[in-house]
């Protein structure tokens, strides 16, 4: 018999969150459904809040899809070889963005963050920087390259 007790349903509290994920200036990322804090094989979920203002550079996820449900604020997506498209999401909104889609992420606003809810299809952070010259107004990475000495 299964020990459901141990094995079954877990709550990740909104304070138990793990902020210990690659992180981007001007944008907070939190881990709750992990391997390490929930036992998921095939998901990740956490949440992001975007400062004011603040973007990616471009990039993509590999084989990974990426739903993102906005809480609150106006999320601006671009995407496309040279993010030639672009749309906003707000409270309520889902977006969705299928594997190895080359893309922006950017608070749409200049004066409210935006908190959204992000779910993956896997565990592993594959994240892709693009050389794309659209989006080098903002040349900063979305995961910074680790620094070594």
Known sequence: MADWKTNGIRIIRAGEL?????QTP???????ITHA???????????VVVEPAARTAAHHHGELETVLYVVRGHARMRWGDHLEFTDEAGPGDFIFVP?????????AR?????????VRSGQD?????????????NPIPFHPPAHTH
């Open 110 to 118: 200049p004066d409210e963050p935006v908190e959204c809810v992000v």
């Open 37 to 47: 804090t929930a036992g998921a094989n095939k998901l990740w979920a956490g949440t």
């Open 26 to 32: 001007g944008m907070c990322r939190a881990a709750a």
């Open 125 to 137: 952070p594959i994240v892709v920087n693009l050389d794309i010259a659209e989006a080098s107004a």
């Open 18 to 22: 793990d902020t210990n994920t690659p």
């Open 99 to 107: 594997p190895y889609v080359p893309h922006q992420e950017m608070n």
